[in-house]
């Protein structure tokens, strides 16, 4: 059993362990840290100390992977026969792993009369397409899903598995890893092979994204991992490309599923998906009301963007709660996050700080907004965002 | 400071801070400006059990008393003095019949009144009968087994959105001060009609309206306690309700120190917060102190009227005094420390300077409460034997 | 109905950051809270029992402290609550969490559903809940944002997608993880905190659920977290100065810049 361990002779009781620890699991006493029953060895504290008094010990040295695991497995996604964007980028991101850490780049592809798309899967990067095809498989569920994904992973042995951070994912790839009594980790936006020991290090936001933790599965292969859509890059397809498509048949029993899917529902066909959206145009308590929001819908519209709102603007019934970003809300990832009239909160900030670039725009220069802005602007917003829309419509009419 | 609560008025306190964070904070401004009675609140309220603090068990409250009141009170007004007195008026209606109540009568309204089912409003104070409440000129007629209400009562908070009022009305003219009684008078009775809402600088969220009697006949089940004993319900009523106000008076002057210190942590002006100038924190000290003093003998008022003491019409008088000057006091300051944005409508300290203001006026004006004051040290003095 | 809420008490996210300077994380005066999405899978229970009736039972893998999130949900209206803690199970990953859950569940005898909250605010995984329903073989519906209906042991719930939703109906016994889309959480009640503190809770070790020593804590764990760092920081921003117009000229200036396409 694992335990933190303080180094008496080097402790000093200095306490910046203490304000480390996300548990509250450390105290002073007598000068000498003191670890309590809230310690879940999460290893905050380790770094923390200057005199380096604070000892993760876990038995023995890091393990080895067991034998006869080779290659990259990306599991790709399809929705209604089209294979998801997201499927490209984990391409991408495994051929480049396949590269380090040796083997084949393998992509299985699930689904009904989908034959036609693996040859996508090859073009971005995969060297073998796995195809396992079924009426009974044409919409995701997810026991059959699971059931043979697992399958198929336990013939195959590819050392990992990665697969999209999307609605199926997340129901999808916990129950595939359990199954096969393997480590996964959620949400990666990093995944590099370590130098030394030859595991996938995965990195992950946690904390809702105020601090950053690798992960090492080191015992058990495959090492899973999931991707959000948009974090990894693509590889410029290749048509060309040679690449070999397998054919997995099913047996019956393994198709069976006891939840069903009635229907599947499109909805506000039209508007950009906040989760998804590469721009994003925010309005706070400083829009003053719900007629003031088409302001920011067409600053969206002029940037093809989706519109998003802080908590007050939710709560004051200006827009519905399905543009909430927040602790309470959505967290994002846009490439470019534009506050209008929001303050900048931090139950707001731990929903949108995490963007490429943002952008405030707020009358009150000492809004905590600015502090993490990119760019920002002090001025009206009721005066900023149209001019914005209008320049915009301008430059582009321009040509530029 | 730890004032050591009991656990329980420590859950009370727990609460009413969660429901003014999640629920009064994100509305408070749009109410004050719209004057909007706040329902919603209203029923997160008796969700959470807070409308039956100070009402005994064995009719639905929790069994608490004064302190348990006014540690609600005080939580809520923190964010808004105007929302928190839907239960504050509730209580100081409630109390006519927790004190004189038969126990047929406690029976049939305070199990409502602790589910916060139905609200409740004092009435006492007429258009010529501010101060001097002896000059009340509604009158309540006994005839057969009713009595017959006629007049117009003023400036009642929660009048028109209450379901149960507690009204003096004199009853002989020609026993002057003895000459008043008290009833329950529930809305909808024919003859019990309201004024329009009035248009108010402060507390905007509570409604404050006339309340007009022409020939309301009510049952004369619905006297409390004796006929000739209105005027004593009145007093003793103020005396268990002064703390309550005095609370929301602590409660608007804490909410406008946390802001006040909060900005003057941030706002920065020649290189440094605010808050490193001297000047500032000295009057945030004052602020501070003021504050710590008033809610000290609003909480020992609170526990002495708790422990049985029925001589505390002094006291309490002072709790309401001193928690109300400092409340003003405390709230000008706030809006001074945050300067221009303290003058603006965007930031919350010119709604607590103008809610601040009339807890020196109403149940009691400060003038009448230091005339309380002096005439019972008066009292005391005669009879010393020197 | 019987229903099980598993939730977790977590530090309040909104407080935890890591000082980019020393490179360590900083709490500031953290209270524990109940994972916030925990909080509308209480609330979904609570509000199925007062429709059909039956009971909603609380439980967590968690420190001696997680007690006091069981009393917060009784605080709520929730009949019972279950406390797995066992020092044994201190560093467990979502596998070996999952798996202690689902045995301190097959404890508890038969029930109708199982709710969880979609992800837990510390970890951020969303693992747990499936990784439950695949250990006690249930059907699943994950990220559930309204239950349309229950009935004759079958039932219909609506399941997030990105571009929408699926109306999924699934027999009973199951597990759901569910959205904050679901409803607005409630808050304690004065009676209810009152009866929360002398709720007597169901105390578990890992001896009494018969849970694999192999399988908990960190022997039961394929992953652990190696290290931990800040976010890469924001440079410092710019303030763009002028008149209204030439400052929308520079914003976007630099927006063109970033070749959003």
Known sequence: MARLEVVEEKCVGCGACLKACPYDALSIESSIVQVNDRCTLCGACVDSCPYDALVLRKDGAVPSAPPGYRGVMVVAEQKRGTVQNVSFELLGAGRRLAEDAGGALTAVLIGHDVAPQARRLIAFGADRVLVAQSKALEGFNDEAYARILARIIREQKPEIVIAGATCIGRALIPRVAVELGTGLTADCTGLQIQEETRHLAQTRPAFGGNIMATILCARHRPQMATVRPKVMKASAPDEGRAGEIVEIPCAEEELSTRARVLKSVEETAGTVNIADADVIVSGGRGMRGAEQFALLSELAKALGAAVGASRSAVDAGWVPYAYQVGQTGKTVQPKLYIACGISGAIQHLVGMQSADTIVAINKDPDAPIFKVATFGIVGDLFEIVPRLTREIQRRRKAGR | ?386 | ?261
């Open chain 2, 1 to 386: 400071m730890n004032y050591f609560l009991t656990e329980e008025q420590q859950f009370i306190k727990e609460i009413a801070a969660t429901v003014a964070r999640e629920k009064i904070l994100p509305v408070r401004a749009e109410l004050d400006e719209a004057q909007e009675f706040p329902w919603e609140i209203v029923k997160v309220l008796a969700d959470s059990n807070l409308f039956g603090v100070y009402i005994g068990e064995e009719y639905g409250g929790t069994g608490g008393g004064v302190l348990d009141l006014c540690i609600a009170v005080e939580e809520l007004s923190r964010v808004c003095g105007g929302i928190s007195l839907c239960l504050a008026a509730t209580a100081l209606g409630t109390f006519p019949l927790l004190l004189f109540g038969s126990e047929e009568q406690k029976k049939k309204y305070l199990p409502a009144i602790a589910a916060g089912k139905r609200l409740v409003a004092f009435a006492l104070t007429e258009s010529g009968a501010g101060s001097d409440a002896g000059a009340i000129q509604a009158t309540a007629r006994k005839d057969g087994d009713s009595y017959v209400l006629n007049g117009t009562k003023q400036w009642i908070t929660n009048g028109g959105e209450a379901e149960i009022y507690t009204v003096v009305a004199m009853t002989d003219k020609s026993r002057g001060s003895r000459g008043a009684s008290a009833f329950i008078v529930e809305k909808g009775t024919p003859g019990f009609d309201f004024g329009k809402k009035e248009n108010k600088l402060g507390i905007r969220a509570s409604a404050t309206r006339e309340l007009v009697f022409q020939d309301c006949r009510i049952p004369a089940g619905n006297l409390l306690g004796r006929e000739g004993q209105g005027f004593i319900v009145a007093m003793k009523t103020f005396d268990a309700s002064r703390p309550g106000v005095a609370a929301q008076a602590v409660g608007i002057a804490q909410g406008a120190l946390d802001e006040a210190a909060s900005y003057a942590r941030q706002r920065e002006q020649f290189g440094k917060p605010i808050i490193s100038f001297q000047g500032v924190q000295f009057m945030l000290a004052d602020m501070a102190i003021k504050i710590e003093a008033a809610r000290s003998l609003v909480y020992a008022v609170a526990r002495a009227i708790d422990g049985g003491e029925k001589r505390i019409s002094k006291e309490s008088a002072m709790a309401k005094v001193f928690a109300s000057d400092t409340a003003m006091q405390v709230t000008v300051d706030a809006v001074q420390i945050l300067g221009g944005y303290g003058y603006m409508k965007e930031y919350p300290v010119e709604k607590m300077m103008r809610d601040a203001k009339i807890t020196q006026i109403y149940e009691g004006t400060n003038q009448i409460q230091r005339t309380i004051i002096a005439s019972q040290m008066v009292k005391e003095l005669a009879g010393k034997k020197d």
């Open chain 3, 1 to 261: 109905m019987k229903i099980i809420v598993c939730i977790k008490q977590v530090p309040d996210t909104t407080s935890v950051r890591m000082d980019p300077e020393t490179l360590t994380l900083i709490r500031e005066g953290v209270p524990s809270i109940i994972n916030p999405f925990d909080a509308y899978a209480i609330e979904e229970g609570l509000r199925l029992k007062e429709k059909h009736g039956g009971t909603v039972t609380v439980i967590t893998m968690g420190p001696p402290q997680a007690a006091s999130a069981l009393r917060e949900a009784i605080a709520l209206g929730v009949d019972e609550g279950v406390h797995l803690c066992d020092a044994a199970f201190k560093g467990s990953d979502t596998l070996a969490t999952s798996y202690v859950l689902a045995q301190g569940i097959r404890k508890l005898g038969a029930f109708d559903l199982i709710l969880c909250g979609k992800q837990a605010s510390d970890g951020d995984t969303a693992q747990v809940g499936p990784g439950i329903a695949v250990q006690l073989d249930l059907p699943q519906a994950i990220c559930v944002r309204k239950i349309v209906e229950v009935q004759d042991g079958r039932l219909t719930v609506e399941r997030s997608m990105e571009e929408g939703y699926d109306l999924v109906e699934t027999p009973l016994p199951a597990l759901l993880t569910v959205t904050k889309e679901i409803n607005e959480p409630r808050l304690p009640s004065l009676k209810g905190k009152m009866r929360a503190k002398k709720a007597a809770l169901r105390t578990m070790s890992a001896a009494e659920m018969d849970a694999d020593p192999a399988r908990i804590g960190l022997d039961g764990s394929p992953t652990w977290v190696e290290k931990v760092f800040p976010p890469p920081q924001r440079g410092a921003g710019r303030m763009l100065q002028g008149e209204p117009e030439e400052q929308v000229g520079q914003l976007l200036d630099e927006i063109e810049k970033l070749k959003l396409g």
